[in-house]
């Protein structure tokens, strides 16, 4: 079961979305909370309370909507929670680049928009779930997928970077990519693999993830690169 958050202070907006939601074909397969206020809606993620997608009204009383992705993103290393915006100033479009929210709709609500949205945060749901298993000599684990920020390959061993700290591995970088979806994950350099969802900012030969870090792509990388970005931007165009 997934849990899908909607917090609006308009008790009104807050009775459509959740109607909408309730006459997705795939209701079954989440629950819903609802809060009328952001500091509630983050009382509950700083208590360990996880949502597959956050449904955030921009402008509200108590922590708004871009405080709220803000603090997912920045302050928790949250990559994996999807986030929806709605809002009836389309202004605030370009202010949640950096957030990489699942979408940004407009009010009045588009009923048939928001249950698309919802089946596109439903189809990425098993990426919050995998795990990346790894080895380093005689010793083996496992690391949930959205907590991964890279992978750097360096003389014939791989350090995993993530949101807590850096894993040893013994194995190749082309054995570990082997477990890692092309959706979420792409090579940059012959020595890096990034995490989609981490990925702030990009430029022509280096990218910047989130807290900073800045890799570079490759000349041979460059290219695939490109069109995965364009092709990432026809998608939200369609959107």
Not at 26 to 33: D, H, L, N, S
Not at 206 to 228: C, F, H, M, P, W
């Amino acid at each position: 079961m997934h849990y899908i958050a909607v917090c609006d202070d308009d008790e009104t907006v807050r009775g459509q979305i959740t109607a909408a939601l309730d006459s997705h074909p795939r209701r079954r397969e989440f629950a819903v909370e609802v809060f009328s206020q952001g500091e509630e809606l983050l009382a509950q993620l700083r208590a360990g309370n996880s949502f597959l997608l956050l449904i955030l009204d921009i402008q509200l009383e108590s922590a708004s909507g871009v405080e709220v992705g803000r603090i997912v993103r920045e302050t928790m290393r949250d990559s994996a929670t999807q986030l929806l915006y709605i809002s009836a100033h389309d202004s605030y479009a370009m202010e949640l680049f950096d957030l990489r929210p699942l979408n940004f709709l407009l009010k009045p609500l588009d009923g048939e928009k928001l249950r698309a949205c919802i089946t596109m945060a439903l189809e990425r749901a098993p990426y919050a779930d995998a795990v990346l298993r790894y080895a380093d000599g005689k010793q083996f684990g496992c690391v949930p997928l959205r907590e991964i920020c890279y992978l750097e390959s360096y003389n014939r061993r791989v350090t995993i970077h993530t949101i807590h700290g850096d894993l040893a591995c013994s194995q190749r970088l082309a054995e570990l990519m082997r477990q890692l979806p092309a959706s979420d994950f792409f090579q940059i350099h012959q020595a890096y693999v990034v995490n989609d969802h981490c990925v702030r900012r990009v430029r022509y030969d280096r990218l910047t993830l989130d807290g900073g870090v800045e890799l570079s792509i490759s000349q041979n990388y460059r290219k695939a690169v490109r069109q995965r970005l364009l092709r990432q931007l026809h998608r939200g165009e369609m959107n």
